[in-house]
């Protein structure tokens, strides 16, 4: 029988396990990649491992979220990553390089190689043909030690289309019309790999705006087969070397197949405050509009950006709107400051802004109160802006301009003639502000500023684990829920200590000083509990502060993962209405919970303040059991490692 292409892929990297649904198999990681504000602890824990270099063909570390230095914090994490990346065999890209996904389709993605990045928008690079996988920063530095990554083999969606894109309609209409029809959890526990002839239409930067905003359907990656357009891609880049033809065989089988035809696309926009809910355009075009933002992973390559110049070039931002721009790489903004486009942008009025995440993680570019922003990016969730009351909304960078000029909400097909860009044959290289690293590594000292404190422990697992609920919320949780960013919080994400202090701030301000009161306890959530990034701190700080266990109705799959690697049981509930027997405050106890996790014994939760009995299960592998008993993954390994 023939095969995809994700089981192609898989098989090239298979370390363990059998590649059939629901099972868990081991692959090794060709390339790994971390971003600042997850690379910190992903470098201390791999540190800890006690590794003169990393194992992988290719790892690398950017900087490009925690930007804004308001204080020593920031710059004393660069250069605590610059240091160790040179000891340990790491390249660093410095700050003003670009943003991580972007920089890493430009310059290494590697068609059929596997790549895990500390970072949930790492499936960017599927746009090249690649498995690129987000993970918590621990599973990335076991990936750098060495060590295979474990995934419950998913479930295999092909999304299949036809016909070509409409006139101002790109492919951030694509992602958004499969969110519309699929919701923020249509995709936990699958592959989304792209086939069909609308394929060839798309460019790789098209592919990688797709594969890029795949995180916010909950799937494991999403992917693209390499061809001509992958050719053309990467010759631009000058990395023709690396190509190579890889596509599904034609009798290959999938557990599902999705047809889209691209012809029959509109415009579309997510509104407030979740990226499934979407609507056309047209249909709430004529809202005022306080600010508009282009940037972000998913839409700031060159053509994005000289598309948004070529609407700008002769008009003006209308004067109620600030209007940002934050360009992908070095190599973006480098190219367009010599073609003259970003002359075109300053003149219509544009804030330029530097090359970084910057607004898409709140790190500065917060909107006024009230306010509605219309950003190129990925994520809108309620306050991740920096403003608690904004209300954002995510658009194309087509329909994000003819917002700006306008003033309000608009349909980018009433703005004109379509703009072509002109195909360009080489880009401009320049690779100098990626640092290669030492060749005399043991004459590196690594720099370790006051910022940085040594990893918080947890003991194994006690018998039985009694508390109180400390929280309870509802569906499509958050990791901006739980531990949120924002030009405040993220400088301390190498702080444990410090950064607990904030977990689920914008939910109850009190939980902290609840959760120390009653010396920690459990939490109970609704479904797709922890979506969204992919930040272990929301699960290291809460672990710091004592929770236990996590009882959901479904977990995201990132989130998840992190739980077990700190030591927090992930719980569901067996019948889901018994979500209603459990309120904060309640006093619960998981009787004899470690020998019935070891025994595959029936889980249960005895709600003492109610008197009553809820069933719970999981879907904890035995290696995932043996790592909740020992105290997390960290002590997992060192334990595995005498
Ligand atoms: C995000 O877009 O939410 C982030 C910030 O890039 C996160 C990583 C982080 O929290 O550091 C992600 O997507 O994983
Ligand atoms: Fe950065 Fe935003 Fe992309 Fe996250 S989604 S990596 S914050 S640009």
């Given at each position: 029988m023939g095969k995809n292409l994700v089981q192609k892929i898989l098989d090239s990297h298979?370390?363990?396990?059998?590649?059939?649904?629901g099972e868990e198999i081991a692959i090794s990681i060709d390339q790994t990649l971390t971003q600042d504000a997850t690379g910190t602890m992903a470098y201390l824990q791999f540190e800890a491992?006690?590794?003169?270099?990393?194992?992988?063909k290719l790892s690398v570390s950017y900087v490009d979220?925690?930007?804004?230095?308001?204080?020593?914090e920031n710059f004393d994490d660069h250069l605590f990553l610059q240091s160790i990346a040179k000891k340990y065999g790491v390249y660093f890209s410095k700050?003003?390089?670009?943003i991580c996904h972007q920089v890493h389709l430009e310059r290494f993605g590697v068609p059929g190689e596997t790549l895990l990045g500390s970072?949930?928008?790492?499936?960017?690079?599927?746009?090249?043909g690649m498995i690129a996988i987000g993970a918590g920063g621990l599973d990335v530095a076991i990936a750098m030690a060495g060590g295979s990554f474990y995934i419950t083999m998913p479930k295999v969606v092909l999304v299949k289309l036809s016909g070509t894109l409409q006139p101002w309609v790109t492919a951030k209409d694509v992602i958004l019309e499969l969110l519309r029809r699929?919701?923020?959890?249509?995709?936990?526990g699958k592959i989304f790999e792209y086939g069909g002839?609308?394929?060839?239409?798309?460019?790789v930067t098209e592919r990688a705006t797709i594969t890029n905003m795949g995180a916010e359907l909950g799937a494991l990656t999403s992917l693209f087969p390499s061809d001509a357009q992958t050719k053309k891609y990467l010759k631009m880049q000058g990395r023709e070397a690396v190509w190579k033809p890889l596509k599904a065989d034609a009798s290959a089988k999938y557990d599902d197949v999705i047809e889209i035809d691209l012809s029959t696309l509109e415009p579309l926009i997510a509104r407030p405050?979740?990226?499934?809910n979407v609507c056309k355009v047209s249909e709430i075009k004529g809202t005022k509009v306080q600010q508009v933002c282009i940037g972000s992973c998913t839409n700031s390559s060159y053509h994005d950006l000289m598309v948004a110049a070529a609407m700008l070039k002769g008009r003006k931002v209308h004067s109620d709107v600030s209007l940002t721009i934050s360009p992908g790489s070095k190599q973006v903004l480098e190219m367009i400051a010599k073609n003259g486009a970003l002359a075109d942008m300053i003149a219509a009025g544009a804030r330029v802004i530097e090359v970084a995440c910057g607004p898409c993680i709140?790190?500065?570019?917060a909107p006024p109160s009230g306010g509605v922003s219309v950003r190129s990016f990925n994520r809108n969730f309620e306050?991740?802006?920096?403003?608690?009351?904004a209300q954002v909304f995510l658009v194309s960078p087509e329909t994000a301009i003819v917002t700006a000029i306008n003033g309000v909400i608009s349909d980018?097909?009433?703005?004109g003639e379509p703009i072509i860009i002109k195909d360009i044959k080489r880009v401009t290289i320049d690779?100098?502000?990626v640092i290669p690293p030492s060749e005399?590594?043991?004459?590196v000292t690594i720099i370790r500023g006051p910022n940085i404190k040594p990893l918080p422990k947890k003991e194994p697992m006690p018998d039985t684990l009694t508390g109180d609920v400390l929280l309870k919320v509802g569906d499509n949780i958050t990791t901006d829920h739980i531990m949120p960013a924002g030009a405040k919080v993220l400088?301390?994400?190498?702080n444990i200590p410090a950064i607990?202090?904030?977990?689920f701030e914008k939910v109850d301000k009190e939980f902290v000083s609840r959760a120390k009161e009653k010396g920690g306890g459990f939490l109970i959530g609704g479904v797709?509990?922890?979506?969204?990034?992919?930040?272990e701190h929301a699960a290291l700080a809460p672990m710091y502060l004592g929770v236990k266990a996590v009882i959901a109705k479904s977990f995201a799959r990132i989130h998840r993962a992190n739980l077990v690697n700190f030591g927090i049981l992930p719980l569901t509930f067996e019948?889901?209405?018994?979500?209603?027997?459990c309120d904060q405050g309640d006093s619960i106890e998981l009787p004899d919970i470690k020998n019935r996790l070891t025994s595959g014994g029936k889980v249960i939760i005895n709600n003492l303040t109610k008197n009553k009995e809820i069933k719970v299960k999981h879907t904890l592998t035995p290696r995932e059991i043996d790592i909740l008993c020992v105290g997390g993954l960290l002590n997992y390994q060192a334990q595995s490692s005498k």
């Amino acid at each position: 029988m023939g095969k995809n292409l994700v089981q192609k892929i898989l098989d090239s990297h298979l370390v363990s396990g059998k590649r059939k649904g629901g099972e868990e198999i081991a692959i090794s990681i060709d390339q790994t990649l971390t971003q600042d504000a997850t690379g910190t602890m992903a470098y201390l824990q791999f540190e800890a491992m006690g590794i003169p270099k990393v194992k992988t063909k290719l790892s690398v570390s950017y900087v490009d979220h925690n930007m804004l230095q308001t204080g020593f914090e920031n710059f004393d994490d660069h250069l605590f990553l610059q240091s160790i990346a040179k000891k340990y065999g790491v390249y660093f890209s410095k700050p003003g390089n670009g943003i991580c996904h972007q920089v890493h389709l430009e310059r290494f993605g590697v068609p059929g190689e596997t790549l895990l990045g500390s970072d949930s928008h790492t499936p960017t690079c599927g746009g090249l043909g690649m498995i690129a996988i987000g993970a918590g920063g621990l599973d990335v530095a076991i990936a750098m030690a060495g060590g295979s990554f474990y995934i419950t083999m998913p479930k295999v969606v092909l999304v299949k289309l036809s016909g070509t894109l409409q006139p101002w309609v790109t492919a951030k209409d694509v992602i958004l019309e499969l969110l519309r029809r699929l919701t923020v959890k249509g995709g936990v526990g699958k592959i989304f790999e792209y086939g069909g002839e609308g394929v060839k239409t798309l460019s790789v930067t098209e592919r990688a705006t797709i594969t890029n905003m795949g995180a916010e359907l909950g799937a494991l990656t999403s992917l693209f087969p390499s061809d001509a357009q992958t050719k053309k891609y990467l010759k631009m880049q000058g990395r023709e070397a690396v190509w190579k033809p890889l596509k599904a065989d034609a009798s290959a089988k999938y557990d599902d197949v999705i047809e889209i035809d691209l012809s029959t696309l509109e415009p579309l926009i997510a509104r407030p405050h979740s990226p499934d809910n979407v609507c056309k355009v047209s249909e709430i075009k004529g809202t005022k509009v306080q600010q508009v933002c282009i940037g972000s992973c998913t839409n700031s390559s060159y053509h994005d950006l000289m598309v948004a110049a070529a609407m700008l070039k002769g008009r003006k931002v209308h004067s109620d709107v600030s209007l940002t721009i934050s360009p992908g790489s070095k190599q973006v903004l480098e190219m367009i400051a010599k073609n003259g486009a970003l002359a075109d942008m300053i003149a219509a009025g544009a804030r330029v802004i530097e090359v970084a995440c910057g607004p898409c993680i709140g790190m500065g570019q917060a909107p006024p109160s009230g306010g509605v922003s219309v950003r190129s990016f990925n994520r809108n969730f309620e306050g991740r802006s920096g403003t608690a009351d904004a209300q954002v909304f995510l658009v194309s960078p087509e329909t994000a301009i003819v917002t700006a000029i306008n003033g309000v909400i608009s349909d980018p097909r009433e703005f004109g003639e379509p703009i072509i860009i002109k195909d360009i044959k080489r880009v401009t290289i320049d690779d100098s502000m990626v640092i290669p690293p030492s060749e005399r590594p043991e004459e590196v000292t690594i720099i370790r500023g006051p910022n940085i404190k040594p990893l918080p422990k947890k003991e194994p697992m006690p018998d039985t684990l009694t508390g109180d609920v400390l929280l309870k919320v509802g569906d499509n949780i958050t990791t901006d829920h739980i531990m949120p960013a924002g030009a405040k919080v993220l400088p301390l994400r190498s702080n444990i200590p410090a950064i607990s202090e904030f977990v689920f701030e914008k939910v109850d301000k009190e939980f902290v000083s609840r959760a120390k009161e009653k010396g920690g306890g459990f939490l109970i959530g609704g479904v797709n509990y922890g979506q969204g990034s992919s930040r272990e701190h929301a699960a290291l700080a809460p672990m710091y502060l004592g929770v236990k266990a996590v009882i959901a109705k479904s977990f995201a799959r990132i989130h998840r993962a992190n739980l077990v690697n700190f030591g927090i049981l992930p719980l569901t509930f067996e019948d889901e209405s018994d979500y209603n027997l459990c309120d904060q405050g309640d006093s619960i106890e998981l009787p004899d919970i470690k020998n019935r996790l070891t025994s595959g014994g029936k889980v249960i939760i005895n709600n003492l303040t109610k008197n009553k009995e809820i069933k719970v299960k999981h879907t904890l592998t035995p290696r995932e059991i043996d790592i909740l008993c020992v105290g997390g993954l960290l002590n997992y390994q060192a334990q595995s490692s005498k």
